[in-house]
């Protein structure tokens, strides 16, 4: 006699392993409160799932405008070239899901200040003096 056992819904998921742990990241590049001067960076970082699955995809929210990240192995490492940044106070997030759709929304937060370059200018002044023969 061949048997089958039947299983509720309820049931198959209080008996599988669920990934219901958050995916992490770090940003590398910069460090809470650093004060930088310049116009492009490299940001980079980590990410991975703590709960047995996989990173789905990363993203940077740079005062509140989302930018997807590059990956250089699989999504392990990311980086981003953020480029032409004018000066000012900036707040960026690293938002992280992975494969079991478990999303951290700021799996690493950083402030940061660019300061504007100082110019200076220097210059010289020339003086000439022209005679002409014949005028005093």
Known sequence: EVGAQIVSDDEMLQNSPIDQSMPVGVINTFSDGDKLIGTDFQITGKAFDQGGGNVQSASLIINGQEFPVDTNNGFSEWFYNWKD???????????VSDTSNNVAQA?????????ARDVYITYSS???????????
């Open 85 to 95: 940044v004018t000066p000012g106070n900036y707040t960026i997030q690293l938002k």
């Open 107 to 115: 799996a690493d937060t950083v402030s940061i200040k660019i300061e």
């Open 126 to 136: 020339v003086s000439t003096y022209a005679s002409s023969p014949g005028l005093y």
